[in-house]
């Protein structure tokens, strides 16, 4: 069960044994207990309350996707959001090219991925505090210009673990023309799904299924 939006059943309605259900703003306790997994967009503000219900979450084996905003952590980056999300926010962002360059191949949900691949989106950077290597795996990168010029690896794709939970961080998703990108939705399906528990490939089948290649939402120059 993700939260967002309730469906079920047929192959064309949506992926099969999935239940769907929508939370504003934040799940409600009860959401919490029924939820597999959680797929958060928007930005969350975090309180200590927060914080202790989505600790009791993952520590019980939930799951949690956190996509775009959702990874900006309000009011700033905060190193107790990093303790239960891998990474605790960030203080930089532009709009423009990204090329997603792989770092983790190995990873399940990077298995038969390209190398690399091309958006045109928003990234956030640099991960604040750095990200802990022992625990967060970088399953990919963009480069990112710092003061002095110089280009760095900043993470956009990554897992995490903590208690039973399993969390996966995604940086991209400002536009709406980037969730038509194939290779975009793959690892966003098999974000969702490896946070379950389950096989990460149980939604590639419905990976493609409306995606509009040509929208006419390119950006204006």
């Known amino acids: ?9 047929t192959r064309e309605a949506g992926a099969a044994g999935v239940t769907v259900e929508r939370a ?11 939820a597999d997994v959680i797929v958060a967009y928007c930005y969350l503000t975090w309180t200590d309350a927060r914080k202790r219900q989505l600790a009791a979450y ?6 949690l996707a956190v996509l775009h905003s959702a990874t900006w952590t309000k009011p700033k980056a905060d190193q107790d959001v990093a303790s239960l999300l891998g990474v605790g926010g960030f203080t930089k962002y532009r709009h423009g090219a ?37 625990r967060v795996t970088v399953l990919a990168v963009s480069l990112e210009k710092e003061e002095d010029g110089a280009r760095q690896p900043q993470p956009v794709f990554w897992t995490f673990e903590t208690g039973r939970g399993r969390v996966f961080g995604c940086v991209p ?14 690892v966003l ?21 409306g995606v509009r290649f040509n929208t006419g939402q390119e950006k204006k120059p």
């Open 24 to 34: 504003t703003g934040w799940p409600s306790e009860e959401q919490f207990a029924a």
């Open 98 to 134: 990204v090329r997603v360059e792989v770092n983790a191949p190995e990873h399940p949900i990077w298995r038969i991925l390209p190398q690399e691949f091309a958006l045109d989106d928003e990234t956030y950077w640099p991960p604040t505090p750095p990200v802990d290597p022992s």
């Open 1 to 9: 069960r993700q939260l967002q939006g309730r469906f079920s059943g």
């Open 189 to 209: 399906l098999r974000g969702i799904a490896w946070t379950a528990g389950g096989c990460p490939y149980r939604f590639d089948y419905i990976a493609s299924r």
């Open 58 to 63: 993952l520590e019980r084996g939930g799951g």
């Open 173 to 186: 998703g400002h536009a709406a023309r980037t969730f038509d990108a194939p290779w975009f939705r793959l």
